[in-house]
């Protein structure tokens, strides 16, 4: 079931196109990672979402309600944490916490006390007190203590140390088992990798691949580093073998991933004696789109 659809959505400042056509769903118990370099999309994209923006053209739906239209009551089961978190200087952490989970209707303390103690927050201090890390886990405790249906995290882990990202990861895990739905922005690839069921990739308000991490996977490129007793001739010929680098009687060269059965039997032949392969990354995918641009990463 779709929790999330966004449809042709266009946003347009001026003559200046920040969206150009999106297109994305986020299915019920997914999660969704959407990752682009800062200034791609990414946050315009959520606050047409949380009906904070009003789109130029196309829709944005939730829950089957319009995000602007329905604004209000969408906000009833969905969470929001963004990546810079604003507080109210004079409550202390444990007050604002308290203040986002009533907001939501829910007030399940025994799981606020024990996210409190997970992410290691001192909920007596003022937030004004705060440093960003500590301001960025008083906002995912507050989504996470909520009873929603749907999380939108924008750059949630920014200040974290690696610590409470592990925390954080855990906590995005056991959302999606209880059947709830993620939407993840982020430039960290590999928190996306760890996490996503889905990824979309955007790149100057365009979305430029969608699909799992295994699709996405075929479309990259295996790096392989062999030592053969023989000389491997014509490697350069094979179909699917790219930036072949000799050193030291040591090949090093990436191959497509839909031709690397092909080319493994064909150094096969000549008597391997030290075989090394590196699965494709997302970063590697990622990279693709990104080298050389203007905006680059």
């Known amino acids: 079931m779709s929790i999330v659809k966004v449809s042709n959505l266009r946003k347009k400042y001026g003559k200046f196109t920040a969206l150009d056509r999106i297109n994305l769903e986020v299915n019920r118990g997914e999660i969704y990672g959407f990752i682009g370099p800062n200034g791609a999309g990414k946050t315009t994209t959520i606050r047409i979402m949380l009906g904070i923006l009003k789109a130029t053209g196309g829709k944005a739906e939730i829950f089957g309600l319009d995000a602007w239209k329905d604004a209000v009551e969408i906000h009833k089961k969905v969470a929001y944490v963004p990546g810079e ?68 995290l924008d750059e949630p882990t920014s200040g974290l140390d690696p610590l409470m990202e592990n925390v954080f990861q855990e906590c995005v895990r056991e959302a999606k088992q209880e059947g709830k739905s993620i939407f993840l922005s982020s430039h960290i690839l590999s928190e996306v990798e760890k996490l996503c069921d889905k990824v979309s990739i955007i790149r100057q308000g365009k979305i430029i691949e969608t699909g799992t991490l295994e699709e996405l996977r075929h479309l990259t490129r ?50 391997i004696l030290k075989l090394e392969s590196a699965p494709p990354t997302l970063e590697d995918l990622f990279m693709r789109h990104y080298k050389g641009e203007a905006g680059e990463v």
């Open 85 to 152: 978190v604003n507080l109210w200087p004079n409550l202390t952490g444990g007050e604002t916490i308290d203040l986002f989970v009533k907001l939501r209707g829910s007030n399940n303390k025994s799981r606020r006390d024990e996210l409190i103690e997970r992410f290691d927050l001192d909920p007596s201090r003022k937030c004004r007190t705060y440093s960003k890390g500590n301001r960025q886990k008083v906002a995912l405790i507050a989504a996470f203590a909520s009873d929603a249906d749907l999380y939108i």
């Open 222 to 271: 295996t790096s392989i580093f062999v030592q053969t007793k023989e000389t491997i001739p014509a490697l350069n010929e094979l179909k699917g073998v790219h930036d072949i680098e000799e050193k030291d009687n040591s090949i090093y060269f990436q191959v497509d991933t839909e031709e690397l059965a092909n080319v493994i039997k064909y150094i096969s032949q000549f008597e």
